[in-house]
């Protein structure tokens, strides 16, 4: 494909998307039995970098963020006049120096900077909140999709919030040989990959509960699910349904 014509694709996207969220009505949630407040955002890969966008727009109701094989917030440098050349340049930093690095095209300032700027002018929730986030973050030793230099700018992001009261809401692993993946304590289990693999369906068996560990460490030590399941089944929670909050893009 080329140049030319992947930049019509995405410039027709673009604007097919602007269209849409131009002319339709925000879609109104029901109301749910749970404290907005105990939410938390996790991903893998561009889920990760989605999970980081969220997690700092909406500090005030997100308690925790999970961050496998993601970067900071705004890594790509994206900004409103780059709709003149269909995001080709963010594309570009997105599939490059946010997932290769190196370190050096990696300036945590332009991030934190880009989050103050934010945050000032109201486009996303003050970053005090972030004092108060537990953020797990992940990277494998055998990643060859996303270097570490762009979850080292990740860490090094929150840490500028967190500051040194808030040092241990800070978990980050990079000490498992895992992959480019979802990391699982299953092992020997045939359709799913090797500890080391790169490649679908991108959950790798490492004898490592990266999904109880990054709960546990945003929530703290909770129930076992079996006798949560035991009981859920007994009787529902007491506590009164909340309303559900109608977001804004952000």
């Known amino acids: 494909m080329t140049l030319r014509?992947?930049?019509?694709?995405?410039g027709l996207i673009?604007?097919?998307?602007?269209a849409s969220a131009a002319g339709a009505d925000p879609a109104k949630l029901k109301s749910y039995n749970a404290a907005i407040g105990d939410s938390s955002i996790s991903g893998i890969s561009s889920g990760a970098f989605m999970a980081v966008q969220f997690g700092t727009a909406w500090s005030s109701v997100i308690k925790g963020v999970g961050i496998v094989a993601g970067g900071p917030y705004w890594c790509d440098l994206a900004s409103s006049e780059d709709i003149l050349t269909a995001f080709m340049r963010s594309v570009g930093r997105a599939l490059g120096g946010c997932m290769k690095g190196p370190a050096a095209d990696l300036d945590t300032s332009d991030f934190v900077k880009k989050a103050d700027d934010n945050a000032a002018s109201g486009a996303?929730?003050?970053?005090?909140?972030?004092?108060r986030q537990r953020i797990y973050l992940f990277h494998g030793t055998n990643d060859a999709i996303v270097d570490n230099a762009s979850t080292d700018a990740a860490a090094a992001f929150y840490r500028h919030y967190l500051g040194e009261a808030g040092r241990s809401n800070l978990f980050y692993q990079t000490t498992i040989g895992a992959g480019h993946?979802?990391?699982?304590q299953q092992q020997g289990q045939a359709d799913l990959a090797a500890c080391n693999a790169n490649r679908s369906p991108f959950i790798d068996q490492c004898g490592y509960d990266q999904a109880g560990i990054m709960l546990q460490h945003i929530y703290g030590r909770r129930t076992h699910p079996t006798v949560a399941r035991s009981r859920a089944r007994c009787g529902?929670?007491?506590?009164?349904p909340i309303p559900?909050?109608?977001f804004r893009t952000r």
């Open 5 to 10: 014509r992947l930049s019509t694709i995405l």
């Open 14 to 18: 673009a604007s097919l998307v602007a």
């Open 124 to 131: 996303i929730d003050p970053l005090a909140d972030l004092r």
């Open 181 to 184: 993946s979802l990391v699982v």
């Open 236 to 240: 529902a929670s007491t506590r009164p």
């Open 244 to 246: 559900a909050p109608t």
